[in-house]
């Protein structure tokens, strides 16, 4: 119980949501809905990805390209992508933020950064306009 604890309070520091409708027909599911019928490869995979989302943003793409180098093959890593529950709309205004931090952009030299590191355009866009570019 306490592992479950601390793995939402990463999903939560990271701006990842975990949906509160999971009935039939709705959009999400939960980490803990995920946890029934995954595999140990799938449950570590997802507990990297929380991980990782906890210290850094990242694209799905770029997640799933992460744990792929981690060595989870590609199912998995898709996998825990999908099940973490980031907000990838959030995750690309982190990015921005994180790049803003670091240099300084034009509102199109950060989008097409974002672009680079694998949010599509309409979050790079988000994302960018979020870190007040």
Same mark, same amino acid.
């Given at each position: ?46 507990? /990297? =990805?929380?991980? &990782? #989302?906890?210290?850094?943003?990242? !694209?799905?793409? *770029?997640?799933?390209? %992460?744990? @792929? $180098? +981690? ?23 982190? /990015? =921005?933020?994180? &790049? #803003?931090?670091?240099?300084?952009? !034009?509102?199109? *030299?950060?989008?097409? %950064?974002? @672009? $680079? +590191? ?16």
């Amino acid at each position: 119980m306490r592992y479950l604890i601390a793995l939402v309070a990463i999903i939560a520091l990271a701006g990842c949501t975990v949906p509160e409708d999971t009935s039939p027909g709705s959009s999400g599911t939960t980490t803990s809905q995920h946890a029934k019928n995954e595999t140990s490869a799938q449950k570590n995979a997802r507990e /990297k =990805a929380a991980d &990782y #989302l906890a210290y850094s943003a990242f !694209s799905r793409k *770029g997640l799933i390209q %992460q744990l @792929k $180098f +981690e060595g989870f093959n590609a199912a998995d890593a898709k996998y825990a992508a999908d099940a973490v529950g980031a907000d990838w709309n959030k995750q690309a205004a982190a /990015k =921005a933020k994180e &790049y #803003l931090e670091l240099d300084s952009y !034009s509102h199109d *030299g950060l989008v097409e %950064q974002l @672009k $680079f +590191e694998g949010f599509t355009s309409k979050q790079a866009e988000y994302g960018v306009t979020k870190a007040g570019l």
